[in-house]
């Protein structure tokens, strides 16, 4: 990895566990069911906030808050994932909402708060 991806994981104080849902049919049913499985666990990154602006013909504009999750380039993260983060303590729910940018040493992974399995 570059100097400067070192730099960056360095700043990766927080753990992710990346959960997906895998279909399964009953055999004796034919009825699909789901079970949760764990595609990493305890990987170091960063979880980022920022503050947006939001749009629309409101009378009152608002604030939303978006999150991005910093984490090494090689993991990949399926759309519809759940994502935890364990941060200060706490774990926090998260899915990936968007599409990951992937840099030589890192990836930057949008993410909205945990809602329900799709």
């Given amino acids: 990895m570059v ?12 753990r992710c566990t990346v959960i997906v849902r ?5 055999a004796q049913t034919n009825v699909t069911g789901f079970t949760e499985r764990v595609l990493f666990q305890e990987e ?7 503050k947006t602006a939001a749009s629309g013909q409101e ?8 999150a991005k999750l910093f984490l090494d380039w090689r993991l990949e993260i399926p759309a519809g994932s759940k994502i935890l983060v364990q941060r200060q303590g706490k ?5 990936r909402s968007g599409v990951p940018a992937v840099f030589s040493g890192h990836q930057e992974v949008p993410v909205a708060l945990w809602q329900k399995w799709a």
Avoid: M, Y
């Fill in 44 to 50: 170091p990154c960063r979880l980022s906030f920022e």
């Fill in 59 to 66: 009378a009152a504009a608002g604030v939303t808050q978006g």
């Fill in 91 to 95: 774990t926090l729910a998260f899915a």
């Fill in 22 to 26: 895998d279909a399964q049919a009953d």
């Fill in 3 to 14: 100097d400067g991806g070192k730099a960056l994981e360095r700043l990766w104080t927080d």
